[in-house]
């Protein structure tokens, strides 16, 4: 059973607050990524993180940023919520970024509503 | 760029039914091959994978085979059952940067009607 938690599990906000997503794992995995996955469930990555210090943009373009002080917590950040953020956001992280079969470890998602 | 390919859904079948969704790849090199099954309100969770061609992954009554020749990692399952309703991912790794990062396909959500 993975060990990686994402909280809130839902957020509904109002349109110009900022908000942080959380997410840890127990794991010591080094590699942590950001999905956003919309209604049609395809997954997008939008930030990833080799380590402590490092981060880099995904595929697609988003306006949230992250961080990575600690192996263990990888949070994302939208300053100025807007309707269009509205969509679910998966943290996931795996051992290393130099082993093509390492499995990613999925959280349960953080589902965010933007009025 | 390296691509996943995977039927649209959704697959709606009555238990005991034979299952199959169709996944192909594009890639350079040899990637390794995954299926995930996202159940509702829950995260991504490996089912099984394939490091090479001609492997066969398990899990839980599902296989696939990656067939090189024919770009291809179909997941099947002999008999279907209604907690086997959710969506599936089939997925592959490639080099980025020098690091191996996953790309999805779009997922295929099954159904499976009592």
């Known amino acids: 059973e993975a060990d990686i938690y994402q909280t809130p599990r839902y957020l509904v906000i109002g349109t110009g607050k900022k908000i942080t997503l959380e997410c840890s794992q127990t794991?010591?995995?080094?590699?942590m990524y950001w999905y956003q996955q919309d209604p049609g469930m395809e997954l997008h990555l939008i930030h990833y993180s080799y380590g402590v210090n490092s981060t880099e943009k995904g595929d697609l373009s988003s306006e949230s940023t992250v961080s990575r002080i600690r192996t263990e917590h990888f949070p994302l950040t939208l300053e100025s919520a807007r309707p269009s953020h509205t969509s679910q956001y998966l943290c996931a992280s795996s051992e290393s970024d130099s082993n093509p079969t390492d499995t990613q470890y999925f959280g349960p998602g953080t589902r965010l509503t933007v009025l | 760029g390296d691509s996943v390919t995977q039927m649209e859904g959704p697959v709606t079948l009555s238990e005991e039914a034979f299952l199959t969704i169709n996944c192909t790849y594009t890639a350079t090199g040899y990637p390794s091959l995954f299926w995930y099954v996202q159940y509702p309100g829950e995260g991504l969770q490996l089912l099984l994978k394939?490091?090479?061609?001609?492997d066969k992954g398990s899990n839980k009554g599902f296989e696939a085979t990656y067939r090189k020749e024919t770009t291809s990692f179909h997941l099947e399952k002999g008999s279907v059952q209604v907690s086997d309703s959710a969506v599936y991912f089939c997925a592959l790794t490639t080099v980025r940067g020098g690091s191996y990062i996953p790309t999805f396909g779009r997922g295929t959500s099954l159904i499976v009607h009592p």
């Open positions: 394939a490091t090479k061609a001609d």
């Open positions: 794991m010591g995995h080094d590699k």
